[in-house]
């Protein structure tokens, strides 16, 4: 089974849609350290759903972690430059429907 942490807020319902799809979503939300993403269990993830952009920093400590782990941002937010890197997709809910993106991503 595919593991999604699901860190920040989901305004769009983008965790019931992966939940759809057959995911397993763990959802943070907060400040995102490196001690609240391993409790969330993101050695053992398959994908990083970042809402929260103020909270971009979490990425690097998400791959550090867990180098396999997909990456995605979902907001609509500009994602900044340290972070588009180690981001594999970002995508505007305006653009993207959350039942598209979950299905994209099971």
């Avoid at 430059?81 to 959350?98: C, E, K, N």
């Amino acid at each position: 089974m595919t593991r999604a942490i699901l860190a920040g807020p989901d305004r769009d319902g983008l965790g019931a849609a992966l939940e759809v799809q057959g995911i397993d979503v763990v959802r943070v939300e907060g400040l995102l350290t490196a001690s609240v993403l391993d409790d969330a269990g993101v050695d053992d993830a398959d994908l990083f759903v970042l809402t929260d952009l103020d909270e971009a920093t979490a990425i690097s400590v998400a791959k550090d972690r867990n180098p396999d782990i997909r990456v995605v941002v979902y907001s609509h937010d500009s994602l900044p430059g340290f972070a588009r890197g180690q981001t594999d997709i970002a995508m505007d809910p305006d653009l993207f429907g959350v039942d598209l993106v979950a299905e994209e991503l099971a």
